[in-house]
């Protein structure tokens, strides 16, 4: 008889550093960003069978609290799982951690009679295990715009990680598959008349999703369950969009989260959407610059624009944000969350979390208000907004205050 799996207790542990996922971030542990089809916590879960919890930011503590074990695995949140450094931790012993340079990966933490250690002296007092340089492939995010970087690779992974050991059921022979990649259907997909070409990557196909008639898809795709691809939709990869999304008109390279809409026309490219956002119809993402140069986008931390590094990089939208019919996005807009974006022209492109406006002036959306949409717009799905989700929303509007610098005048 083999040997059963080790269970392990496993702590999602977002470092100080977790801010810098923001907006993101106001409304998820780090380990709830979707990367691809799975989060970062699913992708672990796959690979590491365990409980786990949460050690996060003080605002969502409430609503994530961390529980602590006897012995407990803590996984750095911002990494993102590899085969070789999976097998790595498995072989750590009670107060050993692992280490990329500076940043502890995973540490095997004894906690007896500790109620709340603190995590940052229990870690440093571990014994560092360094990981040896170029022998291990590494994968993880420091900033949201990351996530474009590593999003064919990861769409790939869970790709596999969904598909494994499954069978696909049968596409209707009404459409058109190019290309020697797979396309795999979960039970109760529907799709009619749509053009799927693999010829860059594979195609995936959610449990109970629907691709509409006259949609032309590139791979690498993937759509979560109980998502809707429009009539004549176009989407080229690597994009992936998450469950109970409903999208149309012209996407690449982007990923949403999940329980979003951009049901229209209107092009988006290169950007994240958080979860609960709507695009009205005809919004447009600009993602690349007349001058062809790298994109500059927003930092919370240095509370200024930085270098991103890319020179394709769209719209990052944080939760529960709207915008719009014929709303226009510049190259790297940041969004934050509960905010609605409307009107003609460019808005800035950063725009803090619970705003109302667009280029002609913002003002506060006060709570409430955004509240009373938030419990209209989850009904719908069918989930109700939570007293968490509440405490959540105010906690926030706090926090993100000394962004909305009219309200100092």
């Known amino acids: 008889m083999e ?18 996922l923001l907006p993101l971030t106001y409304t998820r542990p780090v380990s709830e960003i979707r990367i691809g089809l799975l989060t970062i916590r699913e992708k672990w879960m796959t690979e590491m069978k365990g409980n786990y919890s949460y050690h996060t930011s003080a605002i969502l503590s409430s609503k994530f609290p961390v529980k602590w074990n006897r012995t407990s695995l803590i996984i750095n949140s911002c990494y993102l799982p590899d085969s070789d450094i999976i097998s790595k931790i498995k072989t750590l012993k009670e107060n050993e951690a692992l280490y990329d340079h500076e940043d502890c990966i995973a540490a095997l933490i004894k906690a007896d009679n500790i109620e709340n250690p603190v995590l940052e002296d229990v870690i440093s007092s571990c014994v ?9 492939k590494i ?3 420091q900033r949201p715009w ?3 970087s590593i999003l064919q690779s990861e769409i790939l992974l869970d790709f596999n990680r969904l598909t494994k050991n499954k069978k696909s059921t049968a596409l209707s022979e009404s459409n058109r598959i190019i290309g020697n990649s797979p396309v795999f259907a979960e039970e109760g997909v529907k799709a009619e008349c749509c053009i799927f070409n693999t010829t860059q990557g594979p195609v995936y196909l959610g449990k109970g999703s629907e691709v509409m008639e006259g949609s032309m898809i590139r791979g690498p795709f993937l759509l979560g369950e109980g998502s809707t691809v429009n009539m004549g939709a176009r989407i080229y990869g690597p994009t992936a969009i998450g469950p109970r999304c409903k999208v149309g008109g012209e996407i690449k390279g982007t990923q949403f989260f999940g ?3 951009k049901g229209h026309d209107g092009f988006l490219g290169d950007s994240i959407i958080g979860e609960w956002c709507n695009l009205g119809a005809d919004t447009n993402s600009s993602n690349l610059k007349n001058n062809y140069l790298p994109v500059r986008v927003w930092a919370y931390p240095e509370e200024k624009f930085i270098d991103s590094g890319l020179q394709f990089c769209g719209l990052i939208m944080g939760d529960h944000s709207k915008s719009g019919i014929n709303t226009m996005f510049n190259t790297g807009t940041v969004v934050g969350a509960y905010s609605n974006i409307f009107g003609e022209g460019y808005p800035r492109t950063f ?6 406006g667009g280029a002609q002036g913002f003002q506060t959306h006060p ?5 009373e949409t938030a419990e209209i717009v989850m009904k719908r799905r069918g989930i109700e907004l939570s007293e968490e989700d509440t405490k959540l929303a105010e906690k926030i509007f706090q926090e993100s205050k000394k962004f ?5 005048e």
């Open 146 to 148: 990351e996530i474009l």
């Open 3 to 20: 040997p059963s799996e080790k269970t392990f207790h496993i702590i999602f542990y977002d470092s100080k550093k977790g801010n810098y």
């Open 404 to 408: 909305r610098t009219w309200e100092k």
């Open 351 to 356: 725009i803090p979390s619970f705003v109302w």
């Open 367 to 371: 709570v409430k208000k955004a509240l």
């Open 128 to 136: 560092k295990i360094q990981l040896v340089p170029g022998q291990t």
């Open 139 to 141: 994968s993880k995010i």
């Open 259 to 261: 329980n979003a809409n």
